[in-house]
């Protein structure tokens, strides 16, 4: 039975042979920095998710899922008269 230790030891040789062994810690060349990655991924869509409110988070999403190689969200959307709500996309004052 392999340790803890061992396992992570394991991960981390899979890891800078380029295989991704943590979900969203793509890029990373050891299981430390896959981990860092993984992360930083999830707190930053939180962190926008919380500015923008659950609408606006929304709607970005809408948008970004609408473009292709060629065109941007907003272009692609206008030309197939999708509506995008922008005004969903302004962050709400922390402050208050």
Do not use: C, W
């Not at 800078?16 to 930053?44: I, W």
Request: aromatic share 2%.
């Amino acid at each position: 039975m392999a340790t803890r230790q061992q396992e992570r030891q394991e991960l981390d040789e899979r890891a800078k042979q380029g295989e991704t062994v943590v979900p969203g810690g793509t890029g990373g060349k050891s299981l430390q920095a896959q981990e860092h990655l993984a992360q930083g991924r999830s707190k930053g869509g939180q962190t926008r998710k919380e500015q923008l409110g659950a609408e606006g988070y929304q709607e970005m999403g809408r948008k970004g899922g609408l473009s292709t190689m060629d065109k941007s969200g907003g272009e692609r959307a206008e030309e197939e008269g999708i509506e995008i709500d922008e005004s969903k996309f302004a962050t709400k004052n922390q402050n208050k």
